[in-house]
């Protein structure tokens, strides 16, 4: 419970009036609605006063918890976000660090106020915004020293775009240290640096990198979707993956390939003479864009190894050895076009 409330519920108590509480500790009525709706907190040589007039300890009524609870927090930022639509800005900003004032060990009320705060001033473009930088750049540095690995990681990705936006390219950098290696957003923010720093062909290449990775990534997990289909014997939703598993090599220019492939084992599943053998047909007269990736303006910066002719007869050969399984398409047997095919 906030200052301002202890003082109202125990006024309230009391059966005094705003005006009565004023009188009685020598100062305004206003001065005590002020306190009670957040907007200042009294002078510090009025707490023993206060606490003495409601008949409760200073220590009750600075509401002093060792925690705040996830429930009050969100409650104090939802209130905080109702604030700025309808508060001048200012008052608002007084009313947050008053509440920071009075959970100051709240790493995520610190970072959530000074976000939507910060964000709110940006979308409203007042002329006067900055005056409020110092404050919320303090603020995402102390939620950046909590002890939950999730609230730095937030507290520095704040940091970084509230640098970003000031052209301050070398400390948005120094955030990027707060995440891992292996996490691609790490590696898209630099990305972002540069492209800001004159350094396009890095940018370039980093975005590039983690658009074949994030295809990489896509396709296994749509893969082993599919595995789990296959296995709940999900017949329908199998095909609607494997169309997904299509979709998506044609839309990061994998290569007709890596389109046609991907049907096979459901052709064979089902013994689809006509589809299987389509299927085959086109993979081996679409081996040579098995690796088309490497030749797509997408990927125009990256580095690919050369594939030689060696290498596309090694994959003729190998699937030509798996079309002739007679095991697996056991349901050709008697189908000349088969035959021929693998003959």
Same mark, same amino acid.
């Given at each position: 419970?906030?200052?301002?409330?202890?003082?109202? *519920?125990?006024?309230?108590?009391?059966?005094?009036?705003?005006?009565? +509480?004023?009188?009685?500790?020598?100062?305004?009525?206003?001065?005590?609605?002020?306190?009670?709706?957040?907007?200042?907190?009294? #002078?510090?040589?009025?707490?023993?006063?206060?606490?003495?007039?409601?008949?409760?300890?200073?220590?009750?009524?600075?509401?002093?918890?060792?925690?705040?609870? #996830?429930?009050?927090?969100?409650?104090?930022?939802?209130?905080?976000?109702? *604030?700025?639509?309808?508060?001048?800005?200012?008052?608002?900003?007084?009313?947050?660090?008053?509440?920071?004032?009075?959970?100051?060990?709240?790493?995520?009320? /610190?970072?959530?106020?000074?976000?939507?705060?910060?964000?709110?001033?940006?979308?409203?473009?007042?002329?006067?915004?900055?005056?409020?930088?110092?404050?919320? @750049?303090?603020?995402?540095?102390? =939620?950046?020293?909590? #002890?939950?690995?999730?609230?730095?990681?937030?507290?520095?990705?704040?940091?970084?775009? $509230?640098?970003?936006?000031?052209?301050?390219?070398?400390?948005?950098?120094?955030?990027?240290?707060?995440?891992?290696?292996?996490?691609?957003?790490?590696?898209?923010?630099?990305?972002?640096?540069?492209? *800001?720093?004159?350094?396009?062909? #890095?940018?370039?290449? +980093? $975005?590039?990198?983690?658009?074949?990775?994030?295809?990489?990534?896509?396709? +296994?997990?749509?893969?082993?979707?599919?595995?789990?289909?296959?296995?709940?014997?999900?017949?329908?939703?199998?095909?609607?993956?494997?169309?997904? /598993?299509?979709?998506?090599?044609?839309?990061?220019?994998?290569?007709?390939?890596?389109? /046609?492939?991907?049907?096979?084992?459901?052709?064979?599943?089902?013994?689809?003479?006509?589809?299987?053998?389509?299927? +085959?047909?086109?993979?081996?007269?679409? @081996?040579?864009?098995?690796?088309? $990736?490497?030749?797509?303006?997408?990927?125009?910066?990256?580095?690919?190894?050369?594939?030689?002719?060696?290498?596309? /007869?090694?994959?003729?050969?190998?699937?030509?050895?798996?079309?002739?399984?007679?095991?697996?398409? =056991?349901?050709? *047997?008697?189908?000349?076009?088969?035959?021929?095919?693998?003959?």
């Amino acid at each position: 419970m906030r200052v301002g409330n202890v003082i109202r *519920k125990y006024r309230k108590d009391k059966n005094l009036t705003q005006e009565e +509480m004023a009188k009685r500790l020598g100062v305004t009525a206003p001065a005590v609605n002020k306190w009670e709706n957040g907007y200042s907190l009294p #002078d510090i040589s009025l707490l023993s006063p206060i606490a003495r007039l409601l008949n409760i300890s200073i220590d009750t009524l600075l509401s002093h918890e060792k925690e705040l609870s #996830d429930a009050e927090a969100n409650r104090l930022v939802e209130e905080a976000n109702k *604030k700025l639509k309808t508060e001048p800005l200012d008052e608002v900003f007084q009313w947050i660090k008053q509440c920071l004032v009075e959970y100051p060990n709240c790493n995520y009320l /610190i970072l959530w106020m000074a976000r939507i705060f910060d964000s709110h001033r940006q979308m409203t473009g007042l002329p006067d915004g900055e005056k409020y930088d110092a404050y919320i @750049l303090d603020c995402y540095k102390r =939620a950046l020293e909590s #002890d939950d690995q999730g609230m730095r990681n937030a507290a520095a990705e704040s940091l970084y775009y $509230f640098y970003m936006n000031r052209e301050q390219y070398e400390q948005a950098g120094q955030c990027l240290t707060c995440f891992s290696q292996e996490n691609p957003e790490r590696k898209r923010r630099q990305a972002m640096i540069y492209s *800001k720093t004159g350094r396009q062909e #890095d940018a370039y290449k +980093m $975005f590039e990198e983690l658009l074949y990775a994030g295809y990489q990534n896509l396709n +296994m997990t749509l893969r082993d979707i599919y595995m789990l289909a296959m296995k709940e014997n999900e017949r329908n939703k199998a095909h609607m993956l494997v169309d997904k /598993i299509q979709k998506l090599a044609r839309l990061f220019e994998f290569g007709e390939y890596h389109e /046609i492939s991907p049907a096979l084992e459901l052709a064979v599943l089902e013994k689809n003479e006509a589809e299987t053998l389509y299927i +085959m047909e086109r993979m081996l007269a679409n @081996l040579e864009s098995i690796c088309a $990736f490497t030749k797509s303006s997408l990927y125009s910066h990256m580095e690919f190894k050369v594939i030689d002719a060696e290498y596309l /007869i090694e994959v003729r050969e190998d699937l030509m050895k798996g079309f002739r399984d007679e095991e697996t398409y =056991a349901y050709l *047997k008697g189908n000349q076009q088969w035959r021929d095919l693998v003959g």
